[in-house]
């Protein structure tokens, strides 16, 4: 199979692990990555045709990871061309290859909410993936736009394209170091519930989303299942969400996103998370 982005921090998680799996991995990366366990490394540009082509030869599965991560990675026209061209022709050469299936990074941040310029907030809680999109950066913009492409493809070529719509995905030792920034800062985590994912969870669920039973185009949000910080959820909504609707009660620490998707789809569960105490909120 194809990993491209497989230099980067979910891409190396992932490669690592479907070859620990048994998987022969081809990886596409942007930079020289001299560590990487792969059975092939391919050093090119995601934008280009023929460096695409070459790294699907033989390969029957797409992990599609590459992309700048934020609206600040580079110029607007470079983070949206970047992201947008790359998984268009990632998608369309495996489409036209007759390649089965692929799963892409796509973000929450498909949504719009967390790197609006506005001061927005979600349409309700606990976010999940029909929640109504307000985008006001281009970095959102292109994740919308690469499940588009995703729903394009499968339309076009029948190629089935799961997108995972990752919240806040880095190794423990950071996010533990978020734990401490929102206990500090708590409301800088309230356009994204508070969420955050292991990148060896991430990794899992990209195996997952490579070996469901399922067709067709579809999005997934996927986090732990506990927020990020040492409060009580429904105390972050009363503090820094107040008038925003709650389609049903949130437990101790449960993160405000739903899980169902992936949880009964996939059979997706986080497996590497934070057993916090709970504190008290104070603000």
């Given at each position: 199979?194809?990993?491209?982005g497989?230099a980067?921090?979910i891409?190396?998680?992932?490669?690592?692990?479907?070859?620990?799996?048994?998987?022969?991995?081809?990886?596409?990366?942007?930079?020289?990555?001299?560590d990487l366990k792969?059975?092939?490394?391919?050093?090119g540009?995601?934008?280009?045709?023929?460096?695409?082509?070459?790294?699907?030869?033989?390969?029957?599965?797409?992990?599609?990871l590459?992309a700048?991560p934020?609206?600040?990675?580079?110029?607007?026209?470079?983070?949206?061309?970047?992201?947008t061209?790359?998984?268009?022709?990632?998608?369309?050469?495996a489409?036209?290859?007759?390649?089965?299936?692929?799963v892409i990074?796509s973000?929450?941040?498909a949504?719009?909410?967390?790197?609006?310029p506005?001061?927005?907030r979600?349409a309700?809680?606990p976010?999940?993936?029909?929640?109504p999109?307000?985008?006001?950066d281009?970095?959102s913009?292109?994740k919308?736009?690469d499940e588009?492409?995703?729903?394009?493809a499968?339309?076009?070529?029948?190629?089935d394209?799961?997108?995972?719509?990752?919240?806040?995905?880095?190794s423990a030792?950071?996010l533990?170091?978020?734990?401490?920034?929102?206990r500090?800062?708590?409301?800088?985590?309230?356009?994204?519930?508070?969420?955050?994912?292991?990148?060896r969870?991430?990794?899992?669920?990209i195996e997952?989303?490579?070996t469901?039973s399922?067709?067709?185009?579809?999005?997934?949000?996927?986090?732990?299942?506990?927020?990020n910080?040492?409060?009580e959820t429904e105390?972050?909504?009363?503090?820094?969400?107040?008038?925003?609707?709650?389609?049903?009660?949130?437990?101790?620490?449960?993160?405000a996103?739903?899980?169902t998707?992936?949880?009964?789809?996939?059979g997706f569960?986080?497996r590497?998370?934070f057993?916090?105490?709970?504190?008290?909120?104070?603000?």
């Open positions: 199979m194809l990993v491209t497989a980067g921090r891409g190396s998680a992932t490669t690592t692990h479907l070859v620990e799996l048994g998987a022969l991995v081809t990886a596409l990366t942007n930079v020289a990555a001299p792969a059975d092939r490394v391919i050093v540009d995601t934008r280009s045709e023929e460096d695409v082509a070459t790294a699907l030869a033989d390969v029957e599965l797409v992990v599609h590459a700048l934020s609206p600040g990675s580079g110029t607007p026209y470079e983070v949206y061309t970047i992201n061209v790359s998984t268009f022709n990632v998608l369309a050469q489409g036209a290859l007759g390649i089965d299936r692929a990074a973000s929450i941040n949504y719009g909410g967390p790197y609006n506005h001061e927005v979600p309700y809680y976010i999940d993936e029909n929640v999109a307000d985008i006001g281009w970095y913009l292109s919308q736009n588009n492409t995703a729903r394009m499968w339309r076009h070529w029948g190629i394209v799961v997108s995972f719509r990752f919240p806040h995905t880095n030792d950071v533990r170091q978020q734990v401490d920034a929102y500090e800062n708590p409301g800088n985590g309230v356009r994204e519930g508070w969420a955050y994912l292991d990148t969870d991430a990794a899992y669920a997952l989303g490579l469901a399922l067709s067709g185009a579809h999005q997934f949000l996927v986090a732990a299942d506990t927020t910080a040492p409060y105390a972050l909504l009363d503090a820094f969400a107040p008038g925003v609707p709650r389609l049903r009660r949130l437990v101790g620490r449960e993160v996103l739903d899980l998707a992936a949880r009964t789809v996939l569960k986080a590497h998370q057993d916090l105490p709970t504190e008290r909120l104070e603000i």
